[in-house]
């Protein structure tokens, strides 16, 4: 997909009477919310109203949701999916809300199987009946953006591509034009928002509008869908904890996807788990473990792992530790993590599984949700407080908490984080509702499930792999210390012989003593320098492997013993 594809013009579709009656209700609908919003959050507290703002906003937000909700389930589309992100940002938006649109699933009615074959047959340029033995019509899944079949490969396909058993996946018919009309709404309402201080201070409407849209045109290119599976697989190549659907490329296009059929159990069927002999308790921490591996380490994550895309597959004959193995479907909607985003993440992870407020604001700085200017202060403050009194505990403990604590940290620091200046990096989006369907996936799963019990040892494993790199890092700047150092007594040389020739004007006679005094501090200085990034690094590496830990603290002695004589024999 080219950028001239992934932003598109914010202009109107061609119109048709359809799609302007659909473009006319979205707008109108976020027109009306947005006059609300301006006359309770904005205008009443101008006139001395704030109270009654206050009083009635629970009831407003829980409105605005459920009749959000109808709408979405009325028009389909990306209405859905808009939906599905609003339920995830539990950063920005109030519980009442992403508790309303949290079970937004795509509550669409099927495509009648006859528009299904015609879009098929097109798209494929043969008869179903040449390029399957046989298609179940009655589908394995509608959505809003297409809808799902099992089927037969013919024998002759099968051969080739070595599976019979499959998944065709059509679009829905028209879904082109629905999503034109769509993004053209929602970037007109982006352009509203920038004219709202109450948003515009916090995000970047516009922006936002177009990393949803770059994601939603990926979601219905199917050639791009097999794509991001086949790298998904190469990614977890060998883990036995994960499989991949294997794609029919014979009988792909960029509507019609076919796809090995891996259907097993779905991930939060805690009963059809137990009665295949799988504790859904000791699903939650591997998924969680997967989950991390992908966001921390590899960078290329599923961004939309909700329990209809996620499989159990049992394998009881299997000779390891673990008869189950994690199956990945749909990969649609997928996200990169940036090298520097990801070291943040790793920094704050480990930040988070230590308790450390500072460097949880820290590495929030560094993946770059704060803004430079952001006087963080009262927010370690209130971090730092956070983890005292809840830190480690698991949702199931959480609950037990009296709501007057809760509400009490939120009338203490509430305000202090939201006039922090926040801003969304790119692909944080995708990043935010990754995780947040994880949580709910390990709570589904395991009700008392402490996601601190699947941080904490990944945390462990981040640092002792970041052990390694910090060894590198004081290395590093050692040699270049004493490349420095080394290369220094040649630079000032050079200057007392410009000096001499008169090429620098300096009416100093003992210039050269105090050269050579200069050199010997400096060489003292980056020897002391070296012997201190030796000794850390040696204290460090010691805690899990001994000896070269010990290596390094000998020979941490060889430039302190330079350090000491020269300091002598300059005195």
């Given at each position: 997909?080219?950028?001239?594809?992934?932003?598109?013009?914010?202009?109107?579709?061609?119109?048709?009477?359809?799609?302007?009656?659909?473009?006319?209700?979205?707008?109108?609908?976020?027109?009306?919310?947005?006059?609300?919003?301006?006359?309770?959050?904005?205008?009443?507290?101008?006139?001395?109203?704030?109270?009654?703002?206050?009083?009635?906003r629970?009831?407003?937000?829980?409105?605005?949701?459920?009749?959000?909700?109808?709408?979405?389930?009325?028009?389909?589309?990306?209405m859905?999916?808009?939906?599905?992100?609003?339920?995830?940002?539990?950063?920005?938006?109030?519980?009442?809300?992403?508790?309303?649109?949290?079970g937004?699933q795509?509550?669409?009615?099927?495509?009648?199987?006859?528009?299904?074959?015609?879009?098929?047959?097109?798209?494929?340029?043969?008869?179903?009946?040449?390029?399957?033995?046989?298609?179940?019509?009655?589908p394995?899944?509608?959505?809003?953006?297409?809808?799902?079949?099992?089927?037969?490969l013919?024998?002759?396909?099968?051969?080739?591509?070595?599976?019979?058993?499959?998944?065709?996946?059509v679009?829905?018919?028209?879904?082109?034009?629905?999503?034109?009309?769509d993004?053209?709404?929602?970037?007109?309402?982006?352009?509203?928002?920038t004219?709202?201080?109450?948003?515009?201070?916090?995000?970047?409407?516009?922006?936002?509008?177009?990393?949803?849209?770059?994601?939603?045109?990926?979601?219905?290119?199917?050639?791009?869908?097999?794509?991001?599976?086949?790298?998904?697989?190469?990614?977890?190549?060998?883990?036995?904890?994960?499989?991949?659907p294997?794609?029919?490329?014979?009988r792909?296009?960029?509507?019609?996807?076919?796809?090995?059929?891996?259907?097993?159990?779905?991930?939060?069927?805690?009963?059809?788990?137990?009665?295949?002999?799988?504790?859904?308790?000791?699903?939650?921490?591997?998924?969680?473990?997967?989950?991390?591996?992908?966001?921390?380490?590899?960078?290329?994550?599923?961004?939309?792992?909700?329990?209809?895309?996620?499989?159990?597959t049992?394998?009881?004959?299997?000779?390891?530790?673990?008869?189950?193995?994690?199956t990945?479907?749909d990969?649609?909607?997928m996200?990169?993590?940036?090298?520097?985003?990801?070291?943040?993440?790793?920094?704050?992870?480990?930040?988070?599984?230590?308790?450390?407020?500072k460097?949880?604001?820290?590495?929030?700085?560094?993946?770059?949700?704060?803004?430079?200017?952001?006087?963080?202060?009262?927010?370690?403050?209130?971090?730092?407080?956070?983890?005292?009194?809840?830190?480690?505990?698991?949702f199931?403990?959480?609950?037990?908490?009296?709501?007057?604590?809760?509400?009490?940290?939120?009338?203490?620091?509430?305000?202090?984080?939201?006039?922090?200046?926040f801003?969304?990096?790119?692909?944080?989006?995708?990043?935010?509702?990754?995780?947040?369907?994880?949580?709910?996936?390990?709570?589904?799963?395991?009700?008392?499930?402490?996601?601190?019990?699947?941080?904490?040892?990944?945390?462990?494993?981040?640092?002792?792999?970041e052990?390694?790199?910090?060894?590198?890092?004081?290395?590093?700047?050692?040699?270049?210390?004493?490349?420095?150092?080394?290369?220094l007594?040649?630079?000032?040389?050079s200057?007392v012989?410009?000096?001499?020739?008169?090429?620098?004007?300096?009416?100093?006679?003992?210039?050269?003593?105090?050269?050579?005094?200069?050199?010997?501090?400096?060489?003292?200085?980056?020897?002391?320098?070296?012997?201190?990034?030796?000794?850390?690094?040696?204290?460090i590496?010691?805690?899990?492997?001994?000896?070269?830990?010990?290596?390094?603290?000998?020979?941490?002695?060889?430039?302190?013993?330079?350090?000491?004589?020269?300091?002598?024999?300059?005195?």
């Amino acid at each position: 997909m080219t950028s001239d594809q992934a932003v598109a013009p914010a202009s109107r579709p061609a119109a048709t009477p359809a799609t302007r009656a659909r473009y006319r209700r979205i707008l109108r609908f976020a027109g009306w919310n947005l006059a609300v919003t301006w006359w309770y959050e904005l205008f009443l507290p101008r006139i001395g109203l704030a109270s009654v703002a206050a009083r009635t906003r629970s009831k407003r937000m829980r409105r605005f949701a459920q009749r959000f909700h109808a709408l979405a389930v009325d028009l389909g589309g990306l209405m859905i999916k808009v939906g599905q992100f609003m339920s995830s940002r539990l950063d920005v938006l109030p519980p009442e809300i992403t508790t309303e649109l949290e079970g937004l699933q795509d509550e669409v009615p099927a495509v009648p199987f006859p528009q299904i074959r015609a879009l098929a047959e097109a798209e494929l340029g043969v008869p179903l009946e040449t390029a399957f033995a046989s298609i179940d019509e009655v589908p394995v899944a509608a959505a809003s953006l297409g809808q799902a079949h099992r089927a037969v490969l013919t024998a002759e396909t099968a051969e080739h591509t070595g599976l019979s058993a499959v998944v065709l996946k059509v679009q829905r018919p028209g879904i082109d034009a629905i999503v034109d009309v769509d993004l053209a709404a929602l970037r007109r309402v982006g352009r509203w928002l920038t004219h709202v201080r109450l948003v515009s201070d916090r995000v970047d409407a516009p922006a936002l509008v177009e990393e949803f849209a770059t994601t939603s045109l990926q979601e219905i290119d199917y050639l791009h869908e097999g794509a991001n599976s086949e790298r998904f697989a190469e990614e977890f190549a060998g883990d036995p904890r994960v499989t991949v659907p294997a794609i029919a490329w014979e009988r792909t296009t960029r509507r019609v996807l076919t796809l090995e059929d891996v259907t097993a159990i779905k991930i939060t069927d805690a009963e059809s788990l137990r009665a295949a002999g799988v504790d859904p308790a000791e699903v939650a921490p591997v998924f969680a473990e997967v989950m991390f591996d992908q966001l921390f380490t590899n960078g290329f994550f599923h961004a939309d792992p909700h329990p209809g895309n996620i499989f159990v597959t049992p394998h009881p004959d299997a000779a390891g530790e673990r008869p189950w193995h994690l199956t990945f479907v749909d990969f649609g909607m997928m996200g990169e993590v940036p090298p520097g985003t990801r070291k943040g993440l790793r920094k704050l992870l480990i930040a988070a599984a230590s308790r450390d407020g500072k460097g949880l604001v820290d590495a929030i700085q560094d993946v770059g949700v704060l803004l430079p200017t952001a006087d963080t202060a009262q927010l370690e403050r209130a971090m730092t407080h956070l983890f005292g009194r809840f830190g480690g505990m698991g949702f199931a403990e959480l609950r037990e908490v009296d709501p007057r604590e809760f509400r009490e940290f939120a009338v203490e620091f509430g305000d202090v984080v939201r006039s922090l200046p926040f801003q969304l990096p790119e692909n944080f989006l995708l990043i935010i509702r990754a995780m947040s369907l994880t949580s709910g996936v390990c709570s589904a799963l395991n009700p008392t499930f402490n996601l601190w019990d699947s941080v904490e040892p990944y945390a462990q494993q981040l640092i002792r792999d970041e052990r390694g790199n910090v060894v590198q890092d004081v290395a590093q700047q050692a040699l270049e210390i004493a490349g420095i150092a080394w290369r220094l007594p040649k630079r000032l040389d050079s200057l007392v012989t410009r000096v001499e020739e008169g090429d620098v004007a300096v009416s100093t006679p003992r210039l050269e003593q105090r050269v050579g005094r200069v050199e010997r501090a400096v060489r003292r200085l980056a020897a002391a320098v070296v012997f201190g990034g030796v000794v850390i690094a040696g204290a460090i590496v010691h805690a899990t492997d001994a000896v070269l830990g010990t290596v390094l603290l000998v020979a941490s002695l060889i430039p302190l013993a330079f350090t000491v004589f020269t300091g002598r024999r300059g005195s």
